[in-house]
């Protein structure tokens, strides 16, 4: 009758050991640790990225509603010290910490020459800013 053995070939004992089994699962702790880790710092850059997209979603579409007006519209015609843009309230109640934003924008008559109006938008939020320059054809 054959009866299995618990030892190998050599005479040695099959199987691991208290100490093997030991370093084994500090190795896969360890590699564990570095997975999460790692979560927690893509999850920190997926947070930026979005409060990076929301601030620039933000800053065009104040920046194309201004570029959007009448070449003959009197805000092409004064200057324009940073004056704040009242960014729609539904659209901030829809953004997480939408709150947080603020739109600023500029603008400069006749510069960089005649009939033309220099737009500058800014949009901070959430320690993020994004700016926008571009020129508009005035009359």
């Known amino acids: 009758m054959n009866k299995k053995s618990f030892f190998s070939i050599t005479g040695s004992p099959a199987g691991f050991t208290l100490l093997e089994l030991l370093i084994a699962v500090t190795i896969f702790a360890v590699g564990l640790l570095t997975v999460a880790g790692m979560q927690v710092t893509a999850m920190q850059a997926g ?5 990076q997209t929301v601030a620039t979603a933000l800053a065009q579409g104040v920046f194309e509603e201004l570029m959007s007006r009448d070449p003959g519209d009197a805000l ?9 843009y009242a ?3 539904d659209i901030l109640d829809q953004l997480k910490g939408g709150d ?7 603008i400069t008559p006749d510069t960089p020459a005649s009939g033309l109006a220099r737009v500058d938008v800014r ?17």
């Open 47 to 51: 947070t930026t990225a979005q409060t």
């Open 87 to 89: 960014i729609d309230q």
């Open 76 to 84: 092409f015609n004064d200057v324009a010290d940073e004056e704040e």
């Open 123 to 139: 949009v901070t939020g959430n320690n993020r800013t994004v700016r926008l320059s571009g020129f508009k054809r005035t009359l």
């Open 100 to 106: 947080n934003y603020q739109a600023i924008y500029s």
